[in-house]
Structures are given as C-alpha cells and as structure tokens.
C-alpha cells in the first residue's frame, strides 16, 4: 500500500500525543518473562526531512477485544501467546492503525544553532505511507489497507499572545483498518514514510 498524505478529512480523529502515555506499552507481568498487552501495542519513531525539518511519529495498533488479556511468554521454543487457557497464535481478521504526526527540534533539549524548520501542509502532503508484515528480513507489502479518517489540526502556542508572530504549526493524525487474517502474531507491522525522491524519512514496527 502507498498513498498520499495528503487527504485531509473534515472531522477532527481525537487521538493526540497525550494519549499515548508510557502504560500503553507492552506492560511486564507479575508471571517472570511474561508481557501482557493494554490497549493495544503503541509505537513512536523520530523522522526527518532533506530541508532540516524533524518530526515525531506516535501510534498504536489494537483491535476490539483482542488484546484484552492477551499475554506473552518466553521458552526454549521462543514466544508463546495466551489468552487464559486459550492459546493464540494469529491476529484477527482486521487491525486498526491509528498515529499522529507532529514536528519536534531535530535535538531536544538542546539550543538549537539558526532557524528552525517547521512541518508544513506542503511538506507532508509530498510524503508517502507504505504498509508491510516484517517476518525476520522480508518485508511483505500490505495492499488492501484502508483510511477510515485523517486530520489537521493547528497547535496553539504556550505563548498565546504570541501566536500572530510565532511560526504556524500543525498535528497531523489518521486511522486505518488493515487486513490481518492469518497473520502470525510474530510478524511486525511495518510503517515506512518516504519522500518523493523515494528516501525514507521515517520507519517505525509495531511488534508484539
């Protein structure tokens, strides 16, 4: 799959940096070498562009229901994953990604030297997606994925008496349904953003 970034829906997707905190990652159990999944699995990448600008991408995969409970264990034969009794061995029928996209300094927490490059509406509309299932080395494409919503939203200043002077800067965010029937839950989702010159500005595995 590869598409645009540039197809913006009309309604806001409510789902922002702030609600991607560090307890929606795999939580360690109180069982030794086990994992439990909240929420879903959650992943976060810094990218960057040719012209200087960084950005940071953060998201989660999760699919009703399935990951409630669902455990993971470590043996002499690699991982193994439960669900109370019940073993499991794949995804289900369909997963839902979503994610966000919001510029960030290329170095944080430093003085950064001369003018800072922000995100734009250009800048992103320019980039691709490509999807993949990670299996060891072999990337295998996701064609059959589909955008249920997208959003811009502006992100208001600290300093808001300052806003008409201050660089305009934007959040973008999406969700959508990938077809996962079948797919063992060792593989990773792969997220993969490129420039139209076809270098990768940000890749990102969501893997369990």
Not at 26 to 35: E, L
Not at 49 to 64: I, K, M, S, T
Request: aromatic share 10%; net charge positive; charged share 25%.
């Amino acid at each position: 799959m590869r598409t645009s970034l540039s197809r913006m829906a009309c309604f806001a997707f409510p789902f922002l940096l702030t609600n991607l905190p560090a307890a929606s990652l795999s939580q360690p159990s109180h069982d030794k070498n086990a994992v439990y999944y909240a929420g879903g699995v959650a992943f976060v990448t810094d990218g960057s562009l040719a012209n200087g600008a960084c950005f940071r991408v953060a998201g989660r995969v999760d699919a009703p229901g399935f990951f409630e409970n669902l455990k993971r264990a470590e043996n002499v034969r690699g991982a193994t994953f439960r669900r109370g009794a019940e073993t499991v061995t794949q995804f289900p029928d369909k997963l839902y990604l979503s994610y966000v996209i919001r510029d960030q300094p290329c170095d944080p927490g430093y003085r950064q030297e001369g003018t800072r490059i922000y995100l734009t509406r250009e800048m992103m509309r320019t980039m691709q997606l490509s999807l993949y299932w990670k299996r060891g080395v072999d990337l295998r494409p996701i064609n059959d994925s589909k955008e249920i919503s997208s959003s811009v939203e502006a992100v208001v200043p600290y300093a808001k008496a300052l806003a008409a002077e201050l660089p305009k800067r934007f959040e973008w965010s999406w969700e959508w349904e990938v077809p996962s029937a079948g797919v063992p839950l060792t593989d990773s989702l792969v997220l993969i953003l490129r420039t139209p010159d076809s270098r990768i500005a940000a890749r990102v595995a969501a893997r369990l």
